[in-house]
């Protein structure tokens, strides 16, 4: 059994789980001394293949890879529209109008002009609500350029 057990573990196709409850049921058996089960468990923690033990892991680090490199490039982008560096920031923005009921533009974080004054959305959600009137005072907040 030591042999089959062996050559097994050679080819590196098997789970480190699967293996060791073979080692472990071979020895509770009788069926390998217990000098060739720990040898045998150390082999088969050596000779682990990753790709045998988690198929996908192989999968999701490049997902996840790709994910990054898209999110860098997107940074990236924004920066550079935003002209950060020494050559100073440009605020984005739209000119605020009343909610038509469907669109989805007023989320956390928007600049918007409106009176002559940039407001920025503090609402964690859509903000339907008019800037700088009575009762708005945590969901806009006169936006402050970083400049």
Not at 4 to 23: F, N, P, Q, V
Not at 45 to 66: G, I
Not at 76 to 85: H, K, P, T, V, Y
Request: zero cysteines; a negative charge.
């Amino acid at each position: 059994m030591y042999g089959t057990l062996y050559r097994m573990i050679d080819t590196g196709e098997y789970t480190l789980t699967d293996m060791t409850a073979k080692i472990n049921t071979f020895w509770a058996e009788g069926q390998i001394t217990a000098d060739q089960r720990t040898e045998l468990l150390e082999m088969a923690v050596s000779n682990l293949s990753v790709e045998q033990e988690r198929p996908d892991t192989q999968t999701t680090l490049e997902a996840l890879a790709a994910r990054v490199e898209a999110l860098e490039e997107a940074v990236a982008a924004l920066q550079s529209s935003s002209g950060d560096g020494d050559t100073g920031s440009t605020t984005t923005y739209e000119e605020w109008t009343t909610w038509d009921g469907v669109s989805n533009k007023y989320q956390y974080g928007a600049i918007v002009a409106h009176n002559g004054t940039l407001w920025v959305s503090t609402y964690n959600g859509q903000n339907v609500w008019e800037p700088g009137v009575t009762g708005t005072e945590t969901l806009w907040q006169q936006y402050e350029s970083e400049d």
